[in-house]
């Protein structure tokens, strides 16, 4: 079957001895069949936080407790921040 990509140069650094060990093994035919199977195992994960991000996004807009306004949440963050700041510096003392 005739070639239907170009072939990439890719700068591995620590990574090159693991992926001479997977081929060294045998559980992969080449160099380059390591790196097809670690893109897809990206994109796999790359599509398992979509799907998830997707569903917090929805249970958010589902949620049915009222919006809370950002002055409101904003002045807990600069509460909660002052509390951790203070416990901060009397655990240095």
Do not use: C
């Not at 170009?6 to 093994?25: C, E, F, I, M, Y």
Request: aromatic share 4%; glycine share 2%; no cysteine.
């Amino acid at each position: 079957m005739p070639r239907t990509s170009r072939p990439v140069t890719v700068t591995l650094g620590d990574l090159q001895q693991r992926v001479k060990a997977r081929v060294k093994s045998g559980a992969y035919a080449s160099v380059s069949e390591v790196m097809r199977a670690a893109v897809r195992a990206l994109e796999r994960e790359e599509a398992a936080v979509n799907e998830w991000l997707r569903q917090r996004v929805d249970d958010a807009f589902a949620d049915p407790r009222p919006n809370v306004p950002a002055r409101d949440v904003f002045k807990r963050l600069r509460k909660h921040h002052a509390e951790q700041v203070k416990t901060t510096r009397n655990e240095k003392i």
